[in-house]
């Protein structure tokens, strides 16, 4: 799997946007960028995954680059509930490879 | 409710002793995967299975083992426990056969395994 990069930790305030960036600037052509995020010590949860087109589901949206090298994930109004650690991770799509999880982007919503 | 059963949820033994985490997938999903998260430490790969059979292995102690079963439920051992090994423990399951799917994982709510 191809290598991504996030920052370690945000702040967003309630109600506002959260936009939470990834690197991955090996990304090969067949790789997808999916993100998951774990709520403390809870099971990772799915959010949404693209390859190279914007994509939004009730969750979120993602915006890919157009040269495919980084992405950010946007939580549009963000919540107390949506604190937690965020992982960004690059992957075939189409198959059951396993994920192999960075350190991801460690989000704060404060009040 | 992501459909992934795990249980027990919390587990407390003692060092030396032998455990078995038990893991029910999605319906119809033939992929299991186990994942340990120690205190403040990263998701770690330890192994999955396909359909029954050993797919890709991780760093997965010599003390651990796994399997699946026909009925799909898959089961990890942990063996001679050590105080180290105390962790979260998830299962995940995917599958590509229902429309929709592409190969997402869904993960259990986890094991909790201390050890004294």
């Known amino acids: 799997d191809a290598k991504t990069t996030q920052p370690p930790s945000m702040d967003c305030a309630e109600g506002r946007a959260a936009n939470l960036p990834c690197n991955h600037s090996?990304?090969?052509?067949?790789?997808?960028v999916y993100w998951y995020r774990q709520i403390h010590s809870q099971g990772p949860q799915y959010i949404i995954h693209g390859l190279k087109n914007n994509e939004t589901n009730e969750m979120a949206s993602l915006i890919i680059t157009e040269d495919r090298k980084s992405s950010t994930l946007i939580l549009p109004h963000a919540t107390l509930r949506d604190t937690a650690v965020y992982y960004c991770i690059v992957r075939v799509a189409y198959n059951t490879d396993k994920l192999i999880f960075g350190t991801g982007t460690r989000l704060q919503v404060f009040p | 409710d992501s459909g992934v059963t795990q249980t027990p949820k919390h587990l407390i033994t003692a060092t030396g002793q032998r455990v078995t985490l038990r893991c029910s997938p999605r319906s119809g999903d033939l992929s299991v995967y186990w994942y340990q998260q120690s205190l403040d430490q990263g998701l770690q790969f330890l192994i999955q299975y396909y359909n029954g059979e050993e797919r890709a292995k991780g760093n997965i102690l010599e003390r651990f083992s796994a399997q699946q079963f026909p009925d799909l439920h898959s089961e990890l051992n942990l063996s001679s426990l050590e105080l180290g090994d105390s962790a979260l423990y998830f299962c995940?399951?995917?599958?590509?056969?229902?429309?929709?799917?592409?190969?997402?994982?869904?993960f259990g709510e986890g094991s909790r395994l201390t050890v004294l």
């Open positions: 090996t990304i090969s052509g067949n790789e997808y």
């Open positions: 995940a399951s995917s599958g590509l056969d229902r429309v929709g799917d592409t190969g997402e994982l869904f």
